[in-house]
């Protein structure tokens, strides 16, 4: 089954590695230029799988931080990898300030934290919705929103 499939019902992890993992398996299966928006409440695990999917991309996951302060942060890997983090973000405007489409370099992969707090119009092209959810202390559910 694939990783696509799996999320579709729900992955349980219980680890930060596991959850990374899920983040290899997911991007390794996604097409170019696509957007990941990753919903689920501070610590259900947005950070730690966007390390997964840089690592699924070449990228040193260590070097995966929350890019919270800057907003965005950009890494060259197999795709180029944009990881948004649009907590501090008053809506979609503050988002399309920052003219990140400017910079985007083909292929890519665009992953954002806080989605709700708004994406631009050219995110809904190819895009990925994920949920996570801490169920228990260590444990997280994964899933595509329907
Ligand atoms: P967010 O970006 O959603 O705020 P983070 O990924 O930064 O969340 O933080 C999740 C925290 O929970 C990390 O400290 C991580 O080590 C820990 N953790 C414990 N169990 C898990 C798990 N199963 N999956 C992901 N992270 C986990
Ligand atoms: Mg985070």
Not at 105 to 118: A, C, L, S
Request: proline fraction near 4%; charge should be negative.
């Amino acid at each position: 089954m694939s990783i696509f499939e799996k999320l579709r019902s729900g992955v349980l992890t219980v680890s930060p590695e596991e959850t990374q993992d899920v983040g290899v398996k997911l991007v390794k299966d996604l097409p170019d230029n696509c957007v990941v928006a990753l919903s689920g409440d501070l610590g259900a695990g947005k950070t730690t799988l966007t390390k997964g999917i840089g690592a699924g991309l070449g990228i040193d996951p260590d070097e995966v931080i929350s890019p919270t302060f800057q907003i965005y942060s950009i890494y060259e890997g197999e795709r180029q990898l944009v990881h948004i983090d649009a907590y501090r973000l008053e809506g979609a405007e503050g988002l399309e300030a920052l003219m990140i489409e400017e910079f985007l370099k083909e292929p890519w992969t665009v992953v954002i934290e806080w989605p709700e707090r708004g994406m631009c119009d050219w995110m809904n092209e190819n895009l990925v919705e994920i949920t996570l959810e801490r169920i228990f202390e260590g444990e997280i559910s994964i899933s595509l929103k329907s």
